[in-house]
């Protein structure tokens, strides 16, 4: 019974079956560190964005007018009889988004590393271009009957999602005249977004030009270091944006795409244009305003209110976006890991088939774990190099120790190389499925259809029956010259 099992076909193969599913285990393994790896590189990701500076969220610049608004309630006692007149009053801002808004800038990309890892980051040079319209009091809607606005002197307000990414101040010119930025104003609510952020209020030429209600056109010159990805929020009636940059392999997002957009070798070049008639951007600021204003009256009357939301605007985006994510890479490969060990171990067997050869269990599987030890490779070395040449130096390893191991297992050079070729072109396939991600589909489904058809092509005219009756001459074999 023992030697029937050891001569059948069937038997081997159910054998070669199960081996690849053991060695599942192991490219299982390699996947986990895989994943702890990648989870490493968005850590140090993290780690930078908290010691240096974040992805940037660029809103303005907007005017923002302060002002107070008072009314008189009644009074009344414990059984609600009117017994006085009480004065009441809350503190507001009026929002004036720019007429237009241009942004022209240049995003010079530089790399910061943490470890071993590199996160991509990038220094904005921009100008930002507009003006806001002549200032109506009554725009300004009142919150309750017969109340009376006072308004407070005007100021311009401009944030980005992380302040420490301002390399110097910038340089905001409003009518002609330069106006200075400073963190802190008062007249915003405390937990407001654009409280947060940098303001300057009017004055001079500037401040009689408002006063006399007339536009205002503005300009700022604008440095800013983020990491990865740039937002610009479109604020205005029509916000429209070029950007250019040496970084060859941007990804754009957000709400808005670019209308125009040109990508090669020597970096991109991009064009946005938004309408507001598209966008809820202000809508999304002026909630956010007044809504943290009602937070912050409720807070001072001893209400319970609830925790702010947080501001996410609408915005169109660009990222600069790694050619190549080793760990992104490594995993994709390694999802083609079981079935490139069953095409070698197919190969082996087909050796051994046609050969008349015998292998044990144990070269099989020391042949399915060599080519499982190439994906924790793969990853070892594209940590250092870059993916192709990881790739190129992982693969040339495993084909060069499985072809000096079949040349003696198969008892001939010839042989080993021939294998060796085999498995070279399975690599050749494997990175050409990892190079074109968009067709990684249908070169994987040409890829099995064709083994498959090799390998019924190659046996159509074998008796699997006779086979298995026939016993094997292996010691024979393995001295069997090339």
């Known amino acids: 019974?023992?030697?029937?099992?050891?001569?059948?076909?069937?038997?081997?193969?159910?054998?070669?079956?199960?081996?690849?599913?053991?060695?599942?285990i192991p490219l299982a393994e390699i996947d986990r560190i895989n994943n702890e790896r990648g989870d490493s590189q968005r850590e140090a990701a993290a780690e930078l964005a908290a010691t240096y500076a974040g992805p940037q969220?660029?809103?303005?610049?907007?005017?923002?007018?302060?002002?107070?608004?008072?009314?008189?309630?009644p009074l009344r006692d414990?059984?609600?009889?009117?017994?006085g007149q009480e004065a009441r009053s809350k503190e507001m801002a009026h929002v004036v988004f720019p007429d237009k808004l241009h942004i022209e800038g240049s995003m010079t990309p530089q790399q910061r590393y943490r470890g071993i890892f590199k996160i991509p980051f990038y220094t904005l040079d921009a100008t930002l271009s507009g003006g806001f319209a002549a200032f109506d009091p009554e725009a300004v809607a009142h919150s309750e009957p017969g109340s009376k606005i006072e308004f407070k002197a005007p100021l311009v307000a401009f944030n980005v999602s992380d302040l420490r990414g301002l390399d110097g101040s910038p340089a905001l010119t409003v009518n002609g005249a330069e106006l200075r930025l400073r963190q802190r104003v008062p007249g915003l609510p405390d937990e407001s977004w654009f409280a947060n952020g940098i303001h300057a209020p009017l004055g001079g030429a500037a401040l009689a030009a408002w006063q006399s209600r007339a536009p205002l056109p503005f300009e700022m010159k604008l440095s800013l270091v983020g990491q990865d990805t740039l937002s610009m929020v479109p604020i205005a009636e029509e916000t429209s944006a070029h950007l250019k940059s040496p970084w060859a392999h941007p990804s754009f997002g957000g709400r808005f795409l670019a209308a125009q957009r040109?990508?090669?070798?020597?970096?991109?070049?991009?064009?946005?244009r938004v309408s507001s008639l598209v966008s809820s951007?202000?809508?999304?600021?002026?909630?956010?305003?007044?809504?943290?204003?009602?937070?912050?009256?409720?807070?001072?009357?001893?209400n319970v209110r609830a925790s702010a939301q947080p501001f996410n605007p609408q915005s169109f985006d660009v990222s600069l976006a790694q050619p190549i994510n080793v760990y992104s890479m490594s995993t994709r490969a390694g999802k083609y890991g079981a079935?490139?060990?069953?095409?070698?171990?197919?190969?082996?067997?087909m050796f051994e088939l046609f050969r008349k050869l015998r292998l044990h269990p144990v070269q099989y599987g020391l042949v399915g774990l060599s080519i499982a030890i190439f994906f924790l490779l793969l990853l070892a070395l594209s940590e250092k190099l870059a993916f192709w040449l990881a790739y190129a130096g992982a693969a040339g390893a495993s084909v060069?120790?499985?072809?000096?191991?079949?040349?003696?297992?198969?008892?001939?050079?010839?042989?080993?190389?021939?294998f060796a070729a085999f498995v070279a072109v399975l690599y050749g396939a494997l990175y050409g499925l990892l190079a074109s991600e968009s067709n990684a589909l249908l070169l994987g489904a040409l890829l099995i259809f064709g083994m498959l058809s090799?390998?019924?092509?190659?046996?159509?005219?074998?008796?699997?029956y006779a086979l298995s009756r026939r016993p094997e001459a292996a010691p024979a074999a393995l001295t069997d010259p090339a």
């Open 1 to 24: 019974m023992l030697q029937l099992l050891k001569d059948s076909m069937l038997a081997k193969v159910g054998g070669l079956l199960l081996l690849v599913l053991l060695l599942c």
């Open 57 to 73: 969220t660029v809103v303005g610049p907007l005017l923002l007018v302060p002002y107070v608004e008072r009314w008189m309630e």
């Open 78 to 83: 414990a059984q609600g009889k009117v017994i």
């Open 262 to 272: 040109e990508v090669t070798p020597q970096g991109f070049d991009a064009h946005w």
């Open 281 to 302: 951007a202000r809508e999304q600021v002026r909630v956010d305003l007044a809504g943290r204003a009602d937070a912050t009256a409720a807070s001072a009357n001893g």
């Open 339 to 349: 079935l490139f060990i069953g095409l070698v171990l197919m190969a082996a067997f």
């Open 400 to 418: 060069l120790l499985l072809g000096i191991y079949f040349a003696a297992v198969l008892g001939s050079r010839k042989r080993g190389a021939g």
């Open 454 to 464: 090799a390998l019924m092509l190659m046996t159509r005219k074998v008796d699997w």
